[in-house]
């Protein structure tokens, strides 16, 4: 299931309850349109917002309408203990697989981040793909330190940030990462204004945040830059940029992507759990504006 | 209750459990040292680590235990509707004022700061005092900002992070952040290295990790600052220079205070809730060492 596109839906709420319809008709969405695997409760699903009991939920309703695309589930959490109830949790409502990044309120230690995927390496039956965001870890992984946890059992992929500069800066950088790690390990790209490079630099998966809401799009880049084809792939993804701009300014995608969701009517307004909130103002009459001029489906 | 030292024991854990009797051990070292109120489930007191019914447990037996010692409880969670019911629950559970922080995974605006903040002042009925730490939180207040929360109802008091620099520095720091709120409003300062000249420079309370374990070091401190000599409070900060560069070293106070209870058997070893992890090696070894040589108590 490390291959290709892999879609990270919103969780949206309502009257900040799980707003179960929204979200099968956004998880509907995207197996209609053919994405290759979907991850819940990542950042975007925000999952760090949910109870123990909301994120079982959103991995059954998720499970029982994917058919056969297999589902990964984030089991991120402060501390260790939750970690690892939240992997037996995911796994027993029907995850395909788990993501697991090195959240902290203290910022962690690389022995603390190691121990803590030694744990639960040792405690799941099936794949982890090991979630890198520094912007909301506040930690660093080293190539060492991937290199370490891949070796665990179970650890299955990574998900790396999106890496800047030219397909030849990218592709130094994949290369070296792949040289530390197992043969055909799978890397995933994530950081969705960088994906088409990272794909096009080795990345065998892109973790996709406007693959969430956006399949269409975001699947375009994707068999473009899989199939090599170099220049569609980047024509694409530039032709988002005024979306990736939009990111840039605001903190990140999901208060973007957000405010789309709630522009299409795909979700209530307001779909993110506060003190969340998403755009507004001329950055979302922006954002309308774009959602047309690109025809973003 | 905001003057003077307010200190913040840890929570520790016995097998991932809240270990009680510690916990109690640690309450009354504090209240018979006299310190002027506890301030249970702040960072140091790992409130981003428990469960609600865990944080309700800690705030019941820090009351129980401290007789006319007023404590103040951290309510910070993710979620506005966790950090409601936090503020209702310390509360129910005797809290004489609570403590937030603006806690996030997606880095929060000033907005929705501003809205978090608004929505608990409209929501309690004991003081509250705001949280300023950039470290844990990733969200800088700007004095703007502070100006606007210290205007809501039962806003009580700001921790503001250390402030690095001569006390002439500091003094023109914290005097211009006093002539952005309303006349003696309560400032108080945190990052312990930088107290004794907080506290010389206009805050009127330290809000201290040390204070926490070694009640009669930053009594001393404080005692000295609030009387306005200059001279021996900073003598007795230099003192602990050796501490102060522990800290720096260790990514803050927590993993080293945690070693320090450890190592002084008022805990069990670890006394940290997994992943984190008490300092270890030689930094544990020379720690031990100047317990001894500051004959820290």
Redesign the interface.
């Known amino acids: 299931m490390f291959h290709g596109l892999s879609a990270f839906p919103l969780t949206p709420v309502k009257n ?1 309850e799980i707003d179960e319809q929204s979200f099968e008709r956004l998880i509907l969405r995207l197996t209609e349109a053919g994405v290759d695997s979907l991850g819940v409760l990542g ?1 975007t699903g925000n999952y ?2 949910l109870s123990q009991a909301e994120r079982v939920r959103v991995v059954e309703l998720a499970v029982a309408l994917s058919g056969d695309t297999p589902v990964m589930a984030g089991i991120g959490a ?4 939750d970690v690892l109830a939240n992997a037996e949790l995911a796994q027993g409502a029907g995850a395909d697989a788990l993501l697991l990044a ?2 902290s ?5 690389e ?3 190691f ?2 995927f030694k ?1 639960v390496s040792q405690h799941v039956s099936v794949p982890v793909c090991v979630y890198d965001n520094p ?2 870890t ?1 930690f660093q992984f080293t190539p060492t330190l991937y290199q370490k946890i891949a070796e665990l059992p179970h650890i299955t992929s990574i998900k790396i940030p999106g890496v800047d500069g030219d397909l030849h800066h990218v592709k130094r950088h994949v290369g070296s990462l792949q040289e530390k790690l197992p043969e055909n390990f799978p890397l995933g790209v994530s950081g969705d204004a960088l994906a088409a490079n990272g794909l096009l630099a080795g990345c065998s998966i892109w973790y996709s945040v406007i693959g969430g809401l956006f399949p269409q799009a975001a699947l375009g880049i994707t068999r473009a830059a899989l199939s090599g084809n170099v220049e569609e792939a980047q024509r694409l993804s530039q032709r988002l940029q005024p979306l990736w701009d939009l990111f840039a300014v605001n ?2 995608s ?2 973007v992507i957000a405010a789309a969701a709630e522009i299409l009517d795909l979700v209530e307004t307001p779909c993110l ?5 998403s755009l507004d103002g001329p950055g979302r009459a922006a954002l309308a504006r774009l959602i047309e001029e690109l025809d973003l489906q």
């Open positions: 900040e950042s760090m917002y402060m501390r260790a203990r090195p959240v309120y203290q910022p962690l230690t022995d603390e981040v121990a803590l744990a912007r909301t506040q903190g990140g999901l208060r759990p506060q003190p969340l909130l």
